[in-house]
DNA sequence: ATTTGTGCAAATCGTTTGCATCTGA
DNA sequence: TCAGATGCAAACGATTTGCACAAAT
């Protein structure tokens, strides 16, 4: 991009928080991460968040979008979601929460966990540690 | 099994459950059905059931197998499940019902519904109708 | 100076498609 | 007969990988 390195506030906070990940603050994952964290919560695939640089003049390749996806998923910045086995959704909320998925667009909301009780789970076999609960409401819209 | 075209009772029934479906009654998709329907319920991809039916002196193409999935689940004999974005399962229980996904191994098992309660489901917008509730409980192992 | 990313293009993997050929009703 | 199925191989789209180059500490 042509100048000012940095957004004003929210600069030190990604970068504080690539940091704390323990992942290098390079300019490429930086503009990444600007663009996912900037505002609220959001769900993106690869393909979208490589569109978003590009309209943002960050030059980035698609793998390096990808590397840096993966790389902020195994540090906990993102979550991955799998809904549809085509593409994949990395979710900026990485708190407990569910997910409403509109088939025809393709499109996903969150629901708050509080909105989902779940009871009575049976004990996984050998009594294996949940990992997660993912639920998923698909919806005709 | 040995070889004998036809396993006795499972045969007629799954011949019916293909022409109640709406579906020709092929050699290929009989011999697939048999496979996929003749004992409990069970989870298979495409490639597995590919396997099995090289390994049953079946001869398909890996496409017929896509096929016959494919056609199967649009009739309600069987149901979809995209967990994991690299490939999809189909799963033979088309009812009201959850799963266990052991990350480790891939391998899926059914949660009856009665064992999941979930509860205050926020409205969809637009009044939107729920197509249907997955709910995915990942386990290490 | 070292180590860790990045870009590019080629490679992979699951899945789909086009089309000529078969087959069940 | 003849619409509907199948097989094959090529086409696809999402993701990954290999490797030379660049940048961060």
């Not at 390096?64 to 979710?91: M, P, Q, W």
């Not at 949940?130 to 698909?138: M, P």
Request: charged fraction near 25%; charge should be positive.
């Amino acid at each position: 991009m042509r100048n000012k390195k940095t957004s004003p506030l929210s600069g030190v906070t990604v970068l504080e928080r690539l940091r704390d990940a323990g992942l290098r603050p390079t300019r490429q994952r930086l503009a990444l991460a600007k663009i996912l964290f900037a505002r609220g919560h959001r769900h993106v695939s690869a393909e979208q968040l490589f569109n978003e640089a590009k309209s943002s003049r960050v030059d980035v390749s698609l793998a390096t979008v990808y590397n840096a996806l993966h790389d902020f998923t195994g540090k906990g910045l993102l979550r991955e979601i799998s809904i549809d086995s085509s593409s994949s959704y990395f979710d900026t909320n990485t708190g407990n929460h569910h997910h409403f998925y509109f088939e025809r667009s393709g499109h996903l909301e969150d629901i708050p966990s509080e909105h989902v009780n779940i009871s009575a789970l049976p004990e996984a076999p050998g009594g294996a540690e949940i990992t997660r609960v993912d639920v998923i409401i698909r919806v005709k819209a």
